[in-house]
C-alpha cells in the first residue's frame, strides 16, 4: 500500500538504531519526520543529517520526532550516527519495504549505468498518523528549514 497526502500512513513496523522499534501508530500524539535518503557516509546524506541534527531541538520544541531512513544495515546507521552525533534514530529499512511503501525507489543513473536507488524525500505526518506533506527530490540547501516551518504550521493548527 502506497503513501497518500491526507491520507493515514499503512501500518509498518520497522528497526532503528538504540534498539528502538518505529511503527505507523508508535508515534501518536507527535508530528513524525521520516526522511529517507539514499546512503550513510555520502556528501549531501551527511550534510543533511547534520542539518537536521544542527536544529533537532527546534523539531522536539515543536513537537515533532526525527527518523533517518536509508537501506543501509545497522552496523552502517550506528557508525554514521556516532561520527555525526546525530541526536535522533535511523531506520535500517534493508528490505525497502517502508522505501516501497512511500515510493521512494526510483532509477537513478549513477556513472553512466541505471540503478535502483532512494530518492531524498521527506515525510511530514500528523500526531494523528496521517500523512500531511511530502516532499520528494529535494535538494539538501534550505530543506530542513522548510521542514521545520512547516512542522511549526502543524502545531500552530492543533
Avoid at 8 to 14: K, M, T, V, Y
Avoid at 37 to 60: H, I, L
Wanted: charged share 30%.
Amino acid at each position: 500500500m502506497a503513501v497518500v497526502v491526507n491520507k493515514p500512513i499503512p501500518e509498518f513496523e520497522a528497526n532503528a538504531t538504540g534498539g528502538v522499534k518505529v511503527t505507523h501508530q508508535s508515534h501518536l500524539g507527535k508530528v513524525l519526520i521520516l526522511y529517507f535518503y539514499p546512503k550513510d557516509n555520502t556528501p549531501g546524506c551527511t550534510t543533511e543529517a547534520m542539518q537536521f541534527r544542527d536544529k533537532y531541538r527546534d523539531f522536539v520544541k515543536a513537537g515533532a520526532e526525527v527518523f533517518g531512513v536509508s537501506r543501509d544495515n545497522m552496523k552502517s546507521h550506528d557508525d554514521f550516527k556516532a561520527k555525526l552525533e546525530l541526536p535522533f534514530e535511523l531506520i535500517a529499512d534493508t528490505e525497502e519495504k517502508m522505501c516501497h511503501m512511500f515510493g521512494v525507489v526510483k532509477n537513478k543513473i549513477m556513472y553512466g549505468k541505471k540503478v535502483k536507488g532512494i530518492e531524498r524525500s521527506t515525510f511530514l505526518i500528523s500526531p494523528e498518523g496521517i500523512l500531511l506533506q511530502e516532499w520528494r527530490g529535494l535538494k539538501v540547501p534550505g530543506h530542513v528549514e522548510e521542514v521545520l516551518k512547516a512542522v511549526k504550521m502543524v502545531k500552530k493548527a492543533a
